[in-house]
């Protein structure tokens, strides 16, 4: 399956390209460069910055609290 995938070089540029997921390097095109494939949680920044996310957290946390409280475990 292909999607966008950001990669850089050693000189800084970052270009995005459309390659499947085993691809790890790509001619940089702004020099002569290997450019390496980034990987970044950007999906988890994403979901804590929208409200679903922040809810989910907050769910979680409350289990989390129960769960300590249960097993006398204080943070
Ligand atoms: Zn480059």
Redesign the pocket.
Known sequence: MRRLYDFQ?????VNEFLRSSDVEEVD?P??E?K?RKIVTPVKIQRDMNSSAGKERWAKQREKQIKHERKHGVTL
């Open positions: 070089c050693d000189n800084g540029h940089c702004d020099c460069l450019a």
